[in-house]
């Protein structure tokens, strides 16, 4: 009897998780004589702990197919970290009596640093608890922290959605500057790693452009240097545009706009950076501001999504499927650079040991010797990330997304789980 697969989404969305989705079940249905059917988690590994699966084989091939251009996670997410697994066994026992009630013997979970750590845990379950199990870790964080990998799916499309904000905004900036606003600061994700930031400077192509000040997690923010900066740079060109990290610290080590909260993985809960940093220029230096905080809009802008991103989140899920059936367990597929230019990459892999809650920071290298922009060598590398465009069909002036039916799998326990 063929073994059926579990896939789920993890983690905060992005606007190509749903190609890697896509790529994932276009391949299991390629490969029927190996995998049965591929039941999806409805919210993430909740979904496997409540026994609330989706049958994907409701959904049709257009249907499927679909997902390569939708944003967002189809089958929904979460944030919810398991346990050792010692410390909490019971999870564990249960996640192998759903498990086993279905037929599961693939386990996908699409995700970034916490959710590796979560497929890593999953893979162990053979060894330790007398189920096999093949479990296959697939990449996917905006924030481009993972290790190994040379890039994340969702990334590309963020940075390309960042620096296409920033340049657009600051050419309204740029044309109000003389008798209305003349600050912009834009906040971005990113709480310890600046890529995301990083890829704001994307749109500084030549002297003078903006972003004139990046402010990054890697960099402790000195406040005296900032406001000389932005002085300079309104002397300059009449205005100053800033794109800052989420993750900005003072010289304490404290986030700038920690809010004193913690989420679900036990990470602060950042307040919002950007008003601390628009005010602080209006106190010292008098300047009219504007400020935007990105959220949800960088990660869900499937309508500008980065062609690149799309192609490598597509083909992550394929390879996810194809290292399963060929009996790899524990590992999770990487991207692999070859070169910048021409760009190139092809498929690699990593073991999930050497993935789970590793975080990949800004090189230094990559930060301009002032620490408030980037260097070429950071330019080469992201350059390639945000190349080529990949439009979602449009219909009345909207782009068309699909929504599933998300059919449930009938229940086959008579016991029940309650999340803590």
């Given amino acids: 009897m063929l073994k059926n697969a579990f896939y789920a989404q993890s983690g905060g969305v992005t606007a190509v998780i749903n190609a890697t989705a896509c790529g994932l079940i276009e391949t299991a249905r390629n490969h029927t004589d190996k995998i049965g059917k591929v039941y999806a988690g409805r919210n993430g590994i909740i979904g496997a702990l409540t026994e609330d699966l989706i049958d994907t084989s409701q959904e049709s091939d257009a249907a499927i197919a679909a997902l390569r251009h939708t944003p967002a996670g189809a089958f929904g997410s979460c944030r919810f970290k398991l346990k050792g697994l010692e410390e909490s066994k019971a999870e564990y026992e249960r996640l192998i009596e759903v498990f086993k009630a279905h037929n599961i013997g693939y ?14 845990k999953v893979s162990q379950i053979g060894e330790k608890m007398g189920y096999p199990i093949t479990c296959v870790g697939v990449p996917k964080t905006v924030d481009n922290d993972l290790p190994i990998t040379d890039n994340c799916p969702g990334f590309g499309s963020v940075a390309k959605y960042v620096a296409v904000s920033i340049r657009e905004a600051s050419f309204d900036v740029a044309s109000m500057a003389k008798t209305s606003t003349k600050i912009f600061v834009m906040e971005v994700m990113g709480r310890h790693a600046g890529w995301i930031a990083a890829a704001g400077g994307l749109a500084a192509e030549k002297e003078g452009d903006a972003p004139h000040i990046i402010l990054f997690p890697e960099i402790i923010f000195d406040q005296e240097k900032f406001l000389a900066k932005v002085d300079d740079s309104v002397k300059k060109y009449g205005y100053c545009s800033i794109v800052v990290s989420e993750g900005a610290k003072n010289k304490e080590g404290k986030f700038l706009a920690e809010a004193g909260t913690r989420d679900a993985f036990g990470h ?15 106190d010292s230096l008098g300047h009219k501001y504007h400020w935007a905080v990105a959220d949800y809009l960088q990660r869900a802008a499937r309508h500008i999504a980065s062609k690149t991103d799309v192609e490598q989140a597509y083909a992550l899920g394929k390879a996810a499927v194809e290292l399963a059936i060929e009996g790899k367990n ?3 597929p990487t991207v692999e650079r070859i070169s910048n230019n021409p760009y190139q990459w092809k498929i690699g892999l990593a073991n999930l040991a050497d993935v789970a809650n590793v975080e990949k920071k800004m090189p230094l290298d990559f930060i301009s010797e002032d620490g408030f922009g980037i260097t070429e060598a950071c330019r080469e590398y992201l350059q390639p990330l945000i190349l080529g465009e990949d439009y979602p069909p449009y219909e009345n002036g909207l782009p068309q997304y699909v929504v599933l039916k998300n059919v449930a799998v009938p229940k086959k326990l008579s016991t029940t789980y309650n999340l803590k």
């Avoid at 386990?107 to 890593?120: A, C, E, P, V």
């Fill in 107 to 120: 386990f996908f979970y699409n995700g970034g640093g916490d959710s590796q750590d979560t497929s890593h």
């Fill in 268 to 282: 602060a809960q950042l307040g919002g950076v950007a008003p601390v940093i628009a005010q602080l220029v209006k």
């Fill in 330 to 332: 524990a590992v999770m």
